[in-house]
């Protein structure tokens, strides 16, 4: 049985977070487990409050399961601070992680903040580097850079800004930009680009978890990075095309892969 982890923060509304990427997991037919970083209680309109879990905590969870079962993959996402960052990274190189997919979370699609300002220096100098793929959308990619990227050709000059960081791929997410989505995925040698017709809905919710966990699924069953980014954009594209109108603010994306 293929399996992959996912270390993050918990969303009370179901639609981001360890639950999402369980959820798709489940769906792409991959065993699931987690490693709860923070609690928040959140639904489809905001976020409410977070309770950061103890380092010592998060440390031996992963090595609870790391230390038992092998893991195909692991999905980061919500880190909260400095220390938790640190105490991810130590945990994973020490058993010699592979497959690594990081989400650098920083601001839910309600506009709180996920990641002290403060972190972003210590997810480029320890984290970024052991990375896989990384997959920033662009305002994160800006926070990471310092830099502004409003168009395509900034997208493809900010990946490579980010390949020199150190992660074998980046995937810079292009669902903010005006208009029809692009993804760039850079390699450090070679773009791919991802054309996506935007679908016309406010039900985005957990996009980004929801394509990074299925990223490490796929990833989990033994495709390449860029094999797994095609099934994954395919995912998410089905997920937010089925995307359900709960709530009163951004709706989730739906997880039913074999109905759809
Ligand atoms: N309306 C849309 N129609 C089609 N594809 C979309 C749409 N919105 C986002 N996407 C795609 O979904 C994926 C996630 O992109 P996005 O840039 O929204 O990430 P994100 O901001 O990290 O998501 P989130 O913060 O909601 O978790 C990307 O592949 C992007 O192209
Ligand atoms: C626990 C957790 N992790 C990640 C996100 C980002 O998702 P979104 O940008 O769709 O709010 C979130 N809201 N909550």
């Known amino acids: 049985m293929e399996t992959a982890l996912t270390i993050a923060g918990s969303d009370s509304s179901g639609g981001a977070g360890i639950q999402a990427d369980l959820k798709t997991f489940s769906a792409l037919k991959v065993y699931g487990m987690s490693v709860i970083t923070a609690v928040t209680a959140q639904n489809t309109t905001g976020v409410r409050s977070i309770a950061t879990i103890p ?77 896989t793929i990384v997959t920033p959308n662009l305002p994160e990619a800006e926070a990471i850079l310092g830099r502004k990227i409003l168009c395509e050709e900034d997208m493809k000059e900010a990946c490579q800004q980010l390949n020199e960081l150190g992660p074998k791929y980046v995937l810079l997410k292009g669902g903010h930009l005006e208009g029809d989505p692009v993804d760039v995925l850079y390699d450090g040698t070679e773009f791919h680009h991802f054309y996506q017709e935007r679908i016309l809905t406010k039900n985005t919710h957990g996009t980004g978890c929801t394509l990074s966990s299925a990223i490490a699924a796929h990833l989990a069953k033994g495709n390449s990075v860029v094999d797994s980014v095609h099934l994954a954009k395919e995912y998410i594209t089905g997920a937010i095309q089925h995307s359900i109108s709960i709530g009163q603010g951004h709706g989730p994306t739906h997880h039913f892969h074999q109905l759809w």
């Open 55 to 131: 380092t010592n905590i998060i440390q031996d969870q992963m090595e609870a399961v790391l230390e038992d079962i092998p893991v195909g993959a692991v999905k980061i996402g919500m880190l909260s601070s400095s220390h938790v960052i640190k105490t991810v990274v130590s945990t994973l190189v020490n058993v010699k992680a592979t497959n690594i997919v990081l989400d650098p979370v920083m601001v839910s699609k309600s506009g709180h903040h996920l990641l002290e300002y403060e972190a972003v220096q210590t997810l480029k100098e320890d984290l970024i580097p052991i990375a």
